[in-house]
């Protein structure tokens, strides 16, 4: 569905709605997340949290590695 207008305006996605937009597993998220992986996230004292312009970024290098 549409993001509810709230939740445009957020910087910071926690990492199930994270997961949730990319379609995959929280424990895949972690495994794709720096350093294991190229998605990068924020750490606020012990809270990590992804910002939808980094898992755009990881989706846009994505497709360009399958294009190849």
Request: proline fraction near 6%; glycine fraction near 6%.
């Amino acid at each position: 569905g549409t993001p509810a207008k709230g939740d445009e305006q957020r910087l910071l996605l926690k990492p199930r709605e994270a997961a949730a937009r990319l379609s995959i597993s929280e424990r895949t998220l972690w495994a794709h997340t720096f350093p294991r992986g190229n998605i990068l996230a924020t750490r606020i004292g012990s809270c990590v949290r992804y910002s939808p312009n980094a898992l755009q970024a990881y989706v846009a290098a994505q497709q360009a590695n399958s294009d190849a």
